[in-house]
């Protein structure tokens, strides 16, 4: 009778134990995870993202949650509407969200009229089989999906700062090679070999040559949220909005809603967030680049050198940042051209804690 109840204990233990890693598993979790990473300190962001998973939210919500908040404060002028004008004196949206489970994307690209960037990007990835709108059509979309609209997207301050850049001969700006090369258009190719640059650096090509001009990318006239989440089942999403380069030429797409360069991310793995010149770092998708380095066994510090290294070897005067976040929580930064900082915040802080990247 004793060996038959000994066999029936272990027999239920065995049963039991699967049960018991399980919980195991979900406590270690709970005690590592949510957690909340965003370029720059854009600290109520990122308070907005940890209210929200750490109420329960899954990671996409919170990513939402935290982006939008950056767009209602109008983060540094640069995310949202009302900042970043381009050469018409216009603002437009560019935004992106992904989730890490099922590699769904939705993002928008050049949007007017609509202010809400990164809900309007869940919109795409919601209620269509697309992975980016761009222009009115995601304006349209946006709007027909229940978003306000349409609205001005300038303000005071935009329009005042592209008045000041009209008067200043639209300098600075994104063209090259044109002329003229140093007052407003309409602009024409020029095919010559004119140097009005002085110091500019040049090369010979066929049609003449080719123009570099001084980067016009800085923490105060382009900058990019870009955040990651990881919320208390261990799931990971990205999401990104800016309004881009200010004085851009109309119709320019940065690198905001591209997935792989702003932002990418893979349960498996991590995730990664991205700002800076994002018409050179698009060219090397940094962050598919560094969630890829995280799987072939880099630590996010490594990964994120790795990827900034890439670029700054083709072009070495772009500025731009990374910010890695493997799976587990563990996080790194790195940068070139600038001092970067990046916002966490987990189950063991208080508050959200900014972290300096020297280049």
Known sequence: MARIDLLTFVSTLLLFLPLLTVADAEL?????????????PFLEAVR????????GSSAVEAVVEGCSACEELRCDGTVGPGGSPDENGETMIDALVMDG???????????????????????????????LLSGEGA?????????????????PES?????????????PNFRKNVVPANDCGPYKPNNGAMNVFGDKRTESCEMGEIEYRPPLVGPHNHDTISMAVIDKMGHIAVGTSTNGATYKIPGRVGDGPIVGSSAYADDEVGGCGATGDGDTMMRFLPCYQVVESMRQGMKPEEAAKDAISRIARK?????????????????????????????????????????????
């Open 48 to 55: 907005a993202a940890w209210r929200a998973v750490d109420s």
């Open 101 to 131: 489970v099922t590699m769904e994307v939705g993002a928008v690209a050049a949007m007017r009229y609509v202010k809400d960037g990164i809900r309007a990007a869940l919109l795409v990835m919601k209620y269509s089989q697309h992975t």
């Open 28 to 40: 270690v979790k709970s005690e590592k995870f949510p957690v909340v990473v965003s370029t720059w």
């Open 139 to 155: 304006s349209a979309f946006s709007i027909s999906m229940g978003l306000p609209g349409p609205m001005n997207l300038s303000s």
């Open 159 to 171: 329009v005042k700062k592209w008045s000041d850049w009209k008067e200043n001969q639209c300098q």
């Open 315 to 359: 072009f070495p005067d772009f500025v731009g940042a990374v910010v890695a976040v493997d799976k587990n929580g563990s996080h790194a930064g790195a940068c070139h051209g600038w001092t970067f900082q990046y916002s966490v915040q987990n189950p063991d802080m208080d508050d959200v804690q900014v972290f300096t990247v020297l280049p």
